[in-house]
């Protein structure tokens, strides 16, 4: 069964390092997207690709966090420097076609900021 | 602005006492309206799709509901195994990104 693989699965860090995480979509999956979750909350979203281009990127914190999908396949997610109130779990997610219709979420990224 | 409240927050059922949990919605214009289950330390579980009102889905022991302003999770006879958190979440019209609410964890004790 196609899943979204991310990885690390847990990364430990200190305040003002910087942190990359890394998402492989469902294979043939157009869209994705990076979610944040802070704990006892719904994901939220950070930014949504469609193949290599940003389509939404207003709820990404610019000065400190990056992603790029360079190749409109895999994608990589950046922190830096990483803060305190980073600490979260960080979800990739694809879907099929322009965003519509379900979203398949990754088993995510625990991030502890130190 | 959208906006999705879940209730209750926590829910405990003994094991075949059926019950519901509820997702409001605020939304200008729905795509669709998404239930996933999630289990401590991992990623969200899509479990359904609601598109217009009046539209039902079923899986397993899980029924999901939909009219104009709220969805409901309808859970018969629970087994300590659909213990986890569910989440409902809302595409509008406008974008395709999830709203999601709080969530509701529940707990099937035997």
């Known amino acids: 069964e196609a899943e979204v693989a991310q990885s690390p699965r847990y990364k430990i860090t200190e305040k003002s390092q910087a942190v990359a995480f890394w998402c492989d979509p469902i294979s043939g999956h157009a869209t994705l997207y990076w979610y944040r979750q802070i704990l006892g909350q719904g994901p939220e979203l950070l930014v949504q690709?469609?193949?290599?281009?940003?389509?939404?990127d207003s709820q990404l914190p610019k000065d400190r966090f990056s992603a790029e999908r360079l190749k409109g396949v895999d994608s990589t997610l950046k922190i830096q420097p990483a803060e305190l109130g980073d600490s979260a779990m960080y979800l990739c997610a694809s879907s099929a076609g322009s965003g519509t219709g379900e979203q398949f979420f990754g088993p995510g990224t625990r991030l502890t900021v130190l | 602005e959208d906006q999705v409240t879940q209730s209750p927050e926590a829910l405990r059922l003994q094991e075949g006492e059926s019950s519901s949990l509820n997702c409001s919605y605020t939304v200008s214009g729905l795509r669709g309206l998404f239930w996933y289950r999630q289990d401590p330390g991992k990623g969200p579980e899509f479990l359904f799709t609601?598109?217009?009102a009046g539209e039902e889905k079923e899986k397993e022991r899980l029924k999901a509901t939909l009219t104009k302003k709220e969805s409901f999770l309808h859970i018969t006879a629970p087994k300590p195994e659909d213990s986890a958190t569910y989440l409902c979440a809302v595409q509008a019209n406008s974008g395709y990104a999830l709203n999601f609410g709080k969530g509701t964890s529940l707990l099937v004790t035997p």
């Open positions: 609601l598109y217009s």
């Open positions: 690709f469609q193949d290599e281009s940003v389509v939404d």
